[in-house]
T-cell receptor
Framework: RKEVEQDPGPFNVPEGATVAFNCTYS??????FFWYRQDCRKEPKLLMS???SGNEDGRFTAQLNRASQYISLLIRDSKLSDSATYLC????????????FGTGTSLTVIP | DGGITQSPKYLFRKEGQNVTLSCEQN?????MYWYRQDPGQGLRLIYY???????QKGDIAEGYSVSREKKESFPLTVTSAQKNPTAFYLC??????????????FGPGTRLTVL
């Protein structure tokens, strides 16, 4: 079983729509959770850390469900500039801060 | 400007040759990492280093080697023993090796193509 699993999409949504991505992880001892954004042929960039109580940053909301071992990312009022691949990242709960990356969910926002 | 730099951006090599990818950071981060990314796959960890003069194998270390002689630098050598080296290589760093919410920050990457 993979450490992190995501629906690869693609998600094609109109501007202004709300879209949600889910991600499941296998290691119940994981402590750190993140969403990264990756544009085509570029490096991943940190979008949000995911805290136990959930957190919001403008149009983006991240939530963690430890009981079901999944994290989610909600994007409201989608912009064309939100088009990218969104990577779910979970740490391995071991030394060295090893991260495990999902394969990413592709989002295209359509005018 | 603080950040992580990788060079070169594109690299071509002939089969059977070793090649070294550069990674430098001026963020004063203790930990550094090397990943490779292949189409349709998540990033996979090659090597990581928590402190100078120490490094650990990741999930796919075979055919690669690293050194960490300086805090700022973590070069990766792709040897001829690596069976399928064509990939996008990403270097990352974090403030400390462990701890919750310890984000990793990435360099711009090097695209290696073996001809």
């Amino acid at each position: 079983r993979k450490e992190v699993e995501q629906d690869p999409g693609p998600f094609n949504v109109p501007e202004g729509a709300t879209v949600a991505f889910n991600c499941t992880y296998s290691n119940s001892a994981s402590q750190s959770f993140f969403w990264y954004r990756q544009d085509c042929r570029k490096e991943p960039k940190l979008l949000m850390s995911v805290y136990s109580s959930g957190n919001e940053d403008g149009r983006f909301t991240a939530q963690l469900n430890r009981a079901s071992q999944y994290i989610s990312l909600l994007i409201r009022d989608s912009k064309l500039s939100d088009s990218a691949t969104y990577l779910c990242v979970v740490n391995g709960a071991n030394t060295g801060n090893q991260f495990y990356f999902g394969t990413g969910t592709s989002l295209t926002v359509i005018p | 400007d603080g950040g992580i730099t990788q060079s070169p951006k594109y690299l071509f090599r002939k089969e059977g040759q070793n090649v070294t990818l550069s990674c430098e950071q001026n963020l004063n981060h203790d930990a550094m990492y090397w990943y490779r990314q292949d189409p349709g796959q998540g990033l996979r960890l090659i090597y990581y280093s928590q402190i100078v003069n120490d490094f650990q194998k990741g999930d796919i270390a075979e055919g690669y080697s690293v050194s960490r002689e300086k805090k700022e630098s973590f070069p990766l050598t792709v040897t001829s023993a690596q069976k399928n080296p064509t990939a996008f290589y990403l270097c990352a760093s974090s403030i400390t090796p462990t701890g919750a919410y310890n984000e990793q920050f990435f360099g711009p990457g090097t695209r290696l193509t073996v001809l």
